[in-house]
Nanobody, 120 residues
């Protein structure tokens, strides 16, 4: 069983920055897909970025490319989402997720979420 705890959500003015953290406990295999999703009420959950632990390979949604950076502190354990030049449309609940199988980004363990609010 994997447990994920997010932190770092806040209210920030447009143009500002936030760094979200996700601490994972339990067994995280090398190559686990660690991802950040976001969701606003009434819309589907959107994956904004993922990274493969121990590998460093990452990818981003087009809406956040060049603005957000996902990185890991070590081979497993803590994953961050650095969010720069925030816009009101980035307002959402942000969730950390860990793939249940190595190198698979389709089925996840989930954290409880951390709220990000961007005001203009």
């Amino acid at each position: 069983q994997v447990r994920l705890v997010e932190s770092g959500g806040d209210s920030v003015q447009a143009g500002g920055s936030l760094r979200l953290s996700c601490v994972a406990s339990g067994y995280i295999a090398r190559g686990t897909c660690m991802a950040w999703f976001r969701q606003v009420p009434g819309k589907e959950r959107e994956r904004v970025a993922f990274i493969l632990t121990g590998n460093g390979g990452a990818d981003y949604a087009d809406s956040v490319k060049g603005l957000f950076t996902i990185f890991q502190e070590n081979a497993k354990g803590t994953v961050f989402l650095q969010m720069n030049s925030l816009r009101p449309e980035d307002t959402a609940m942000y969730y950390c997720a860990a793939g249940r199988s190595p190198f698979s980004c389709g089925n996840y363990y989930w954290g409880q979420g951390t709220q990000v609010t961007v005001f203009s």
